[in-house]
């Protein structure tokens, strides 16, 4: 039977079998087979143990939050676009730096490409509205 080393939990616990089942193969060796070092292959032994097949399962890695682009930050970036239309990523970072907030033009970008607040078919809608308002 041939595993797929995507799956990662099969894979895991794969090497952990072969482990207990190979008493004349070293730990070194079984690591070194299926990808992982010593160490590694303890710790998912550990994990294994302690908490179940559900410990050994890949977490996502990286940041867990947003932290420059906090609730604050995108409600002053909203408003900064609300405010004025026609202000470009550029200026509403600039004007967000000048509050205080340490965040880049990339992330000001995607606050309003998020919201859906980019120039196209937005200022239409603004000006409409400023028209009506007029009437």
Known sequence: MVIDPSDTVLWKLSMI???MYTP?????????????????????????KTDGSKSIEDKPRGPKH????T???????????????????????????????SISQRSVERI???????KKGYIKQIREIQKQKRY
């Open 112 to 118: 309003i490409g998020e919201y859906g607040l980019q």
């Open 71 to 101: 609730n604050e930050v995108t409600k002053q970036a909203i408003r900064l676009r609300f405010l004025d239309p026609e202000a470009n990523s550029e200026v509403i970072t600039q004007k967000l730096k000048q509050f205080g907030y």
């Open 66 to 69: 947003n932290y420059k682009r």
């Open 24 to 48: 004349d193969t070293t730990v070194q060796e079984i690591a070194d087979k299926y990808g992982y070092k010593r160490e590694s292959f303890y710790q998912i032994l550990n994990k294994l």
């Open 17 to 19: 079998f072969e482990a």
